[in-house]
């Protein structure tokens, strides 16, 4: 799932599925902190995508 490619807090902020206002809270947690926006690039940057060809393989069913 998501959260093999993103890790909470290193790459990215993982929130529950249909909240919405988890949602909004992190959206503006990136724009007001620095700090962890900055830290949340970093992340993205030594992400490896290694299982990002699974999810292809995944989409590519689905469209058949």
Known sequence: GIDEVIKDGFN???????????LKD???R???DEE???KLVEGCLK???APLPVFYKQIEKRQI
């Open 47 to 49: 992400t490896e995508y």
């Open 12 to 22: 990215g902020i993982l929130i529950e599925k249909g909240n919405r206002e988890a």
């Open 26 to 28: 992190a959206i503006k």
């Open 36 to 38: 962890l926006y900055r």
């Open 30 to 32: 990136i724009f007001e």
